[in-house]
């Protein structure tokens, strides 16, 4: 099973550095959840150029019903860090089973 599908992204806040911490994520729903018990990836992409810094893709909680995501801009090692904030991307992904 395979499902598609975009969304409007951005990011007021800093970049996020603790795993784990998923409150300033976007929950994403599937349009037909996968059966119960399948493995889902999820594999997105920035579709657009709309900002100068790099937008990264970070995402959380893949569950059979959805996932959580956000743009989290550049961070090297605490040593190179963009502010966070991002303007609008659309974000395409794809998600299937293994």
Same mark, same amino acid.
């Given at each position: 099973?395979?499902?598609?599908?975009?969304?409007?992204?951005?990011?007021?806040?800093?970049?996020?550095?603790?795993?784990?911490?998923?409150?300033?994520?976007?929950?994403? /729903? @599937?349009?037909? +959840?996968?059966?119960? %018990?399948?493995?889902?990836?999820? *594999?997105?992409? #920035?579709? /657009? @150029?709309n900002? +100068?810094?790099?937008? %990264?893709?970070?995402?959380?909680? *893949?569950?059979? #019903?959805?996932?959580?995501?956000?743009?989290?801009?550049?961070h090297i090692?605490?040593?190179?860090?963009?502010?966070?904030?991002?303007?609008?991307?659309?974000?395409?992904?794809?998600?299937s089973?293994?």
């Amino acid at each position: 099973m395979i499902q598609t599908g975009r969304l409007n992204l951005s990011s007021s806040n800093p970049v996020a550095t603790q795993g784990g911490s998923t409150s300033t994520f976007t929950q994403v /729903t @599937f349009p037909t +959840a996968f059966p119960d %018990g399948s493995e889902v990836i999820v *594999v997105p992409f #920035v579709q /657009t @150029f709309n900002g +100068a810094d790099t937008p %990264g893709l970070r995402i959380a909680d *893949v569950t059979t #019903v959805g996932f959580k995501i956000r743009i989290n801009e550049i961070h090297i090692n605490g040593k190179v860090t963009s502010d966070g904030t991002h303007t609008s991307e659309t974000v395409g992904w794809i998600a299937s089973t293994v």
